[in-house]
């Protein structure tokens, strides 16, 4: 059944809500089989007061998860990697426990313990402690090994970033490139993401983007420019930047199938539920909205920066949405209405 028109004026309301919730702008960008729908409130820069516009990069946070599962798969689709095979049989000695496999891992069913937890339990003195920090992916995992694992390999869903770490030191090792070229290659040039950069470990967000602003735990405490920062952190888990626009295109190519064999784009969207609308498949999650329609795609929470980025089964219609604040739950949920928005039309 075709979609009902986008509600523009539902999005602006969506934006104007979260700005008046603590975050300096907002942005949304819907791409409707070729027309785009813009709309922005607030501002880019609380320094200047530069107005947020549609076409400001921004960090995406594990939005990234997308692009790493998609390098993953596209390596099964070319025999060099078995999604059930035992991720110690490509990394030896990684894990501590060889039953956990690389589907596993990309489904969050690992049991890998999120060693972010700890590391931002206190979120402006955790963010301090690492925002110009450089780790090795084997020092992030260690970091986890250090914590009991959550569950047994494949017993349950629990999302942690661990596994897309574990994702980026697959990437490396099955294609002897960086992360950075396998994202170029296999996905930023083929589709022509002028937006989309992984600079990991520089802290310059490239060209014209917009400031990103962390909330702290306190109360009417400012907020800190968290702009700057190497993301390192998060690497393949979640440091990438990109725009609306490179947004919208890549979950559209995705889904229209344009980055894998049906086979294996069948397998990223064999989804776990998460909660009553949500589930998660290999780095990609659903969220089944009010009027029925359930769209494919990822948030991504960073610091200074939420993302939505979904779009419809067939890649027809895709949404990007983000807030340039961080660590308020508020603007969080504000923020999913963008997609009631865009896909659910007028209510
Ligand atoms: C599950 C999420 C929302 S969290 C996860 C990942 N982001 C992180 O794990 C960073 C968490 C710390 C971010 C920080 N929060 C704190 O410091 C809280 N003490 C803030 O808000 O700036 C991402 O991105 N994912 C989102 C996702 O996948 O949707």
Not at 43 to 61: E, I, Q
Not at 104 to 128: I, K
Not at 270 to 276: D, I, K, M, Q, Y
Not at 298 to 313: M, S
Request: charged residues 20%; proline residues 4%.
């Amino acid at each position: 059944a075709a979609l009902p028109a986008p509600d523009t004026a539902g999005l602006a309301a969506v934006l104007k809500s979260a700005v008046a919730q603590g975050a300096p702008g907002a942005l949304a960008r819907i791409d409707d089989r070729g027309r785009a729908h813009l709309v922005t409130r607030g501002v880019a820069d609380r320094a200047t007061g530069r107005a947020l516009s549609t076409d400001d990069r921004f960090r995406v946070g594990s939005v990234t998860k997308t692009f790493s599962a998609v390098v993953l798969l596209q390596l099964v689709d070319e025999h060099r990697l078995v999604l059930d095979a035992p991720v110690n049989r490509y990394l030896p000695g990684l894990l501590p426990d060889d039953r956990i496999t690389v589907r596993h891992v990309l489904g969050h069913r690992s049991g890998l313990y999120d060693y972010t937890n700890d590391m931002f339990a206190s979120s402006v003195s955790g963010f301090e402690a690492v925002r110009t920090k450089v780790f090795t992916y084997r020092q992030l995992v260690a970091l986890s090994l250090k914590k009991p694992r959550t569950n047994a390999p494949d017993a349950a869903y629990a999302y942690s970033n661990t596994n897309f770490v574990v994702a980026g030191l697959l990437i490396e090792k099955l294609t002897g490139q960086s992360v950075r070229t396998a994202y170029r290659n296999r996905i930023i040039e083929p589709l022509k993401l002028a937006d989309t950069f992984y600079v990991h470990p520089d802290t310059a967000i490239p060209g014209r983007y917009a400031r990103g602003y962390l909330t702290p735990d306190t109360a009417g405490a400012p907020l800190v420019d968290a702009t700057a920062q190497t993301v390192s952190w998060a690497q393949s888990a979640g440091a990438i930047i990109s725009s609306a626009r490179d947004l919208d295109v890549f979950y559209s190519a995705l889904l229209k199938g344009k980055l894998m064999s049906a086979a294996r784009l069948a397998e990223m969207e064999r989804f776990t539920p998460v909660n009553s609308t949500t589930a998660y498949g290999l780095g990609l999650r659903r969220r089944d909205l009010s009027c029925g329609v359930s769209v494919y795609g990822h948030t991504g929470a960073v610091q200074g920066y939420y993302t939505y980025a979904f779009g419809t089964k067939d890649g027809s219609r895709s949404l990007t949405a983000m807030a340039n604040t961080s660590n308020n739950g508020k603007v969080l949920d504000t923020l999913a209405g963008a997609l009631e928005s865009a896909f659910c039309g007028k209510r």
